[in-house]
Nanobody, 118 residues
Framework: QVQLVESGGGLVQAGGSLRLSCAASGSIFSMNVMGWYRQAPGKERELVAAISSGGTTYYAESVKGRFTISRDNAKNTLYLQMNSLKPEDTAMYYC????????????WGQGTQVTVSS
């Protein structure tokens, strides 16, 4: 069983940066694909970025060039560096592990709130 705990969310002005971290209680080495989802009020949860155990990454078009996903298997930690934040990035951000498909996720974190003010 893997537990995921996110941190690093908060309130930031537009144009600012935040770094989200996701600490896993167990080994993430075997979790082929991990990622970050977000859900804004009244909207569906969407995949923001994902990374395979080999380092292959995926980014949603809306965050390409601004967000960077990375993982440290030795520290069992997943990261999301978010730069040039926009008000539309405001959402609850969730760490996910064991992503088989966009809608088939084995483990979820509890979420961390990111609020970007204009």
């Amino acid at each position: 069983q893997v537990q995921l705990v996110e941190s690093g969310g908060g309130l930031v002005q537009a144009g600012g940066s935040l770094r989200l971290s996701c600490a896993a209680s167990g080994s993430i080495f075997s979790m082929n694909v991990m990622g970050w989802y977000r859900q804004a009020p009244g909207k569906e949860r969407e995949l923001v970025a994902a990374i395979s155990s080999g380092g292959t990454t995926y980014y949603a078009e809306s965050v390409k060039g601004r967000f960077t996903i990375s993982r440290d298997n030795a520290k069992n930690t997943l990261y999301l560096q978010m730069n040039s934040l926009k008000p539309e990035d405001t959402a609850m951000y969730y760490c996910a592990a064991g992503i088989a498909t966009i809608t088939d996720v084995e483990y979820w974190g509890q979420g961390t709130q990111v609020t970007v003010s204009s």
